[in-house]
């Protein structure tokens, strides 16, 4: 299990809890051995700093996601979160995170490894500003399954599936939210993470389904 010094530095660039700032190190220090040993909800400065440190770098490290999950649930008596998929969470920030990652693993297939993905240019604004974001974003994956359709029509039609799973309980005539809330900011990122991270136990849909195989930055530390 992670130790104090390594959750703090989880919410600092690099993860190095020694760029923080001294009082603001402190005081998380602190606020979050209270809610360990008293069983107090966590600062809320943990959940902020830790999405914003997502925005930032434009990945989720696995501790970052951890984080997350605990603050979530110790201030919610809502359904526990949890690390691994669950495709029945209706919250509109999971299933938006859940269908960024599909949006980014179609690409992958349809273009391999390129220089700049969706998650470069889109991921930040995805998480705040989803009306805007996924109106691109949907006009790319139509072009992407456009060409996986061509290499492999079964794939293609495990995607729309796939994406008519996450989308259909998403309220159709609101269509997608102009901005998420800083808690459901954390869902999209979980939602994002489970999913990327999924594995069926099938070597088909693992292969389709997930990209976990691709680096991010947590597995250089």
Not at 137 to 157: E, F
Request: aromatic residues 6%.
């Amino acid at each position: 299990m992670p130790g104090i010094w390594r959750l703090i530095g989880a919410t600092a660039r690099d993860g190095d809890a020694r760029k923080i700032q001294d009082n603001l190190r402190g005081q998380l220090v602190v606020g979050l051995m209270a809610s360990i040993l008293d069983g107090l909800p966590y600062p809320a400065t943990l959940l902020a700093r830790t999405i914003a440190r997502c925005h930032a770098e434009q990945s989720v490290w696995p501790i970052r996601a951890g984080l997350i999950k605990a603050v979530l649930n110790r201030r919610s008596s809502a359904k526990e979160v949890t690390m691994s998929l669950d495709p029945d969470e209706p919250n509109t920030g999971y299933r938006l995170g859940r269908l960024f990652a599909v949006l980014e693993n179609i690409q992958h297939v349809a273009q391999g490894n390129i220089n700049v993905t969706i998650r470069d240019r889109y991921f930040s604004s995805a998480m705040t500003s989803p009306r805007s974001a996924f109106a691109e974003l949907m006009r790319l994956k139509n072009a992407h399954l456009k060409k996986v359709r061509r290499s492999s029509s079964g794939l293609a039609v495990h995607f729309e599936r796939l994406l008519d799973e996450i989308l259909g309980p998403l309220p159709p005539a609101k269509g997608f939210p102009a901005f998420l809330s800083l808690d459901d900011q954390g869902r999209f990122i979980l939602g994002y993470h489970n999913q990327r991270n999924f594995r069926s136990g099938s070597k088909a849909e693992d292969s389709a389904d997930s990209l976990a195989d691709l680096p991010e930055a947590e597995t250089a530390k």
